[in-house]
């Protein structure tokens, strides 16, 4: 090849490389454009008509993370008609003939609780000629599970894969392990448990976790141990998830002296402490009246990047309260109340009422304006006569 032509080639391909590049950076300009728009479109009726706009863009139609989020959005103020309408219109494209494609919009509904529609859009792919594999039986399985038909889930498991000749994986099994925690059948999760070694099945990480959450929060505390132990026997290392459960499950058998152990073998392995563990402590020893060590451990949260949430001002304040501790419940009412936590005035009430049988009317009085002042939901407290 001449030096010519080997010029030629070499400035050929990059002006070629060059031109698919600024293609490619225009249509993700465009897709990017589209999401910003539905974003911040604040009628939910327009996010519709934008989001169905949208999708006409191939682009647009890739983008896992706008749909989901849309769809959340949707599904949370309860409109469930504009969800419906959003997914079908997706039916007229060509990517309906992907499985991949179909298992999203079928998890979509699971997530908004329709698990009607979801099973739609399954039993329509043979009408499309779409293979239905262990991908979208998952993503059905998964849209009972969060559409909390849990009674449901295990004849679907059953009966559908048997059906169709699916062979159910790992990802099948974990999420009949976590519809029968919920339903509080522990007894079927350890059988699962069992039935997957038995197939050859691995557990891995989310398999211990869903049934040590079930086990341990279960009040079954020896069940939950000798599944710790399993999961060291199949070595899969605990995570902070897993040591959570823990602390949980001894929170509620009220045994924190043994919960002081597995804090200490958490900084041995390197787990941090994140607001689950912080939680699980304050409810322990709220379990065990001690209100000295809650408080403690009240104060470590600070001490980090974690943040307080809901669950640890109402676990703390009402036994704050009934410990006669009122200058600490004041400062739990004004951390929650400078807050962006949704709470309800019969948490705050009672701090109120302490403050003006103590004749602290200022105190009560700043938490009354500190609720005035919350934008997104001011609370009707009553500011007692003394």
């Known amino acids: 090849m001449s030096a010519l032509s080997r010029l030629f080639r070499s400035t050929f391909s990059a002006a070629a490389a060059a031109a698919s590049t600024s293609v490619s950076e225009t249509e993700n300009a465009i897709v990017r454009s589209f999401s910003n728009e539905i974003f911040r479109e604040r009628s939910l009726k327009r996010v519709v008509e934008k989001f169905k706009k949208a999708s006409e863009n191939d682009r647009f139609r890739t983008k896992t993370a706008i749909y989901k989020d849309t769809v959340r959005r949707l599904a949370a103020a309860k409109k469930f008609r504009y969800v419906v309408e959003i997914i079908e219109n997706q039916k007229q494209y060509q990517d309906m003939s992907k499985e991949g494609f179909n298992a999203r919009l079928i998890s979509l509904y699971g997530t908004s609780g329709m698990f009607d529609n979801a099973r739609k859009v399954f039993d329509e792919m043979l009408e499309r000629k779409c293979a239905q594999t262990v991908l979208s039986f998952n993503a059905l399985l998964g849209a009972c599970v969060n559409s909390k038909k849990f009674d449901e889930v295990d004849g679907l498991f059953r009966g559908l894969s048997e059906e169709l000749g699916i062979e159910p994986d790992l990802v099948s099994y974990n999420t009949v392990m976590k519809a029968f925690c919920e339903m509080g059948s522990l007894d079927s999760a350890v059988s699962l448990l069992d039935e997957m070694e038995k197939k050859g099945l691995k557990p891995d990480l989310i398999t211990f976790n869903t049934i040590l959450k079930g086990l341990y929060a279960g009040g079954r505390f020896d069940d939950g141990e000798r599944t710790w132990q399993r999961m060291k026997e199949n070595n899969v290392k605990p995570d902070g998830r897993s040591y959570n459960e823990k602390l949980l499950g001894l929170a509620l058998e009220k045994r924190m002296k043994d919960a002081a152990k597995v804090v200490e073998e958490m900084k041995s392995e390197g787990i941090g402490f994140d607001i689950f563990s912080y939680n699980a402590l304050i409810r322990g020893f709220v379990n065990e009246d001690?209100?000295?060590?809650?408080?403690?451990?009240?104060?470590?949260?600070?001490?980090?990047?974690?943040?307080?949430?809901?669950?640890?001002?109402?676990?703390?304040?009402?036994?704050?309260?009934?410990?006669?501790?009122?200058?600490?419940?004041?400062?739990?009412?004004?951390?929650?109340?400078?807050?962006?936590?949704?709470?309800?005035?019969?948490?705050?009430?009672?701090?109120?009422?302490?403050?003006?049988?103590?004749?602290?009317?200022?105190e009560a009085k700043e938490l009354v304006e500190l609720s005035k002042a919350r934008r997104s939901d001011s609370l009707k407290l009553t500011l007692p006569s003394i």
């Open 290 to 362: 001690d209100l000295e060590k809650a408080k403690g451990w009240y104060s470590e949260i600070s001490k980090t990047d974690c943040k307080p949430d809901k669950l640890t001002f109402k676990t703390l304040i009402p036994f704050v309260v009934e410990k006669g501790d009122v200058a600490f419940a004041f400062d739990l009412c004004k951390d929650v109340l400078s807050s962006k936590l949704a709470v309800k005035e019969a948490l705050i009430q009672p701090v109120l009422d302490a403050l003006a049988k103590e004749s602290k009317i200022n």
